[in-house]
């Protein structure tokens, strides 16, 4: 492998995720992954260009944010890319009416929408509400329609909290897909229009980007096909098999989020 200065050399933005590398979640708030709060305030105090992204889907963007500045966090609302208030502009600028099946937390993102005589389905990671009965109304709203819409906010198969891997919203949108014979829309990683958003917002080109996530196929995966640079912590929901994925291989694996600073400090943009 090329040595760290070849590869991050050039790099003028940074991208980051959000759950399982600066924090793993839980019911209580959760816990900042030590030495993340740090990691962070370097990077905003170096010339890089810093985006959070996140398929957060259990609470609206305002939430995440407060909650995050609450553990040390230097972080605006305006410098995260998420899925939700995405999803919302997507429901308007196509005169969708959404079924939603979200969690509470994040309705507030959908407040704007008209929810009356829904013409698609919204999925989110809905947690404890992904019940059978609660299921099967997305189902059956899906199926009385004549060009039935799903839309994911994320496809993520599991991620990880406190307690241990948790299921994701991917595993339930898969569900549904085959029982309707469908294909969902995803927004949020790692679909590439969602990559592309962050990098506008930050303006940067691809080329000239760098995501750090957790998940090898979410983050890494999708951010290397829109032509960024990926790194991998080895904290969240990474695996150890995750370094030998028969499809995607990082650009490099670190310890952590502290680690991966010190080495773009070193080394990037030069």
Not at 93 to 105: F, K, N, S, T
Not at 212 to 227: E, H, M, S
Not at 243 to 268: F, I, M, T
Request: aromatic share 6%.
């Amino acid at each position: 492998m090329a040595s760290w200065g070849e590869r991050l050399a050039g790099v003028r933005g940074v991208l980051l995720d959000i759950s399982g590398v600066l924090y793993d979640g839980s019911e209580d708030g959760g816990m900042p992954i030590p030495g993340s709060v740090e990691a962070v305030a370097r990077l905003k105090q170096s010339q890089l260009k810093v985006r959070f992204c996140t398929n957060e889907s259990q609470k609206s963007r305002g939430d995440l944010v407060e909650l995050l500045r609450r553990h040390g966090f230097d972080i605006s609302e305006s410098e995260v890319t998420a899925p939700a208030p995405a999803a919302s502009l997507i429901l308007k600028e196509r005169g969708l009416r959404p079924h939603l099946l979200v969690q509470d937390g994040v309705r507030s993102e959908f407040d704007p929408i008209d929810t009356s005589n829904p013409n698609c389905v919204v999925i989110a990671d809905a947690g404890e509400s992904f019940s059978y009965q609660n299921m099967n109304k997305a189902f059956r709203v899906l199926m009385e329609l004549e060009s039935p819409v799903l839309i994911s906010l994320g496809k993520g198969r599991y991620y990880k909290e406190n307690s241990g891997l948790m299921l994701d919203v991917g595993a339930y949108m898969k569900a549904l897909e085959y029982a309707c014979g469908i294909e969902a829309e995803v927004v949020g990683k790692p679909s590439p229009e969602y990559f592309q958003s962050a990098l506008k917002e930050m303006g940067v080109e691809a080329h000239e980007a760098i995501m750090i996530g957790d998940d090898i196929v979410g983050d890494i995966g999708g951010a290397q096909r829109c032509g960024m640079r990926a790194l991998q912590v080895r904290t969240g929901k990474f695996r150890p098999s995750d370094e030998r994925h028969p499809d995607v291989k990082a650009d490099g694996y670190v310890d952590n989020l502290a680690e991966a600073v010190d080495l773009l400090l070193q080394h990037a943009d030069k």
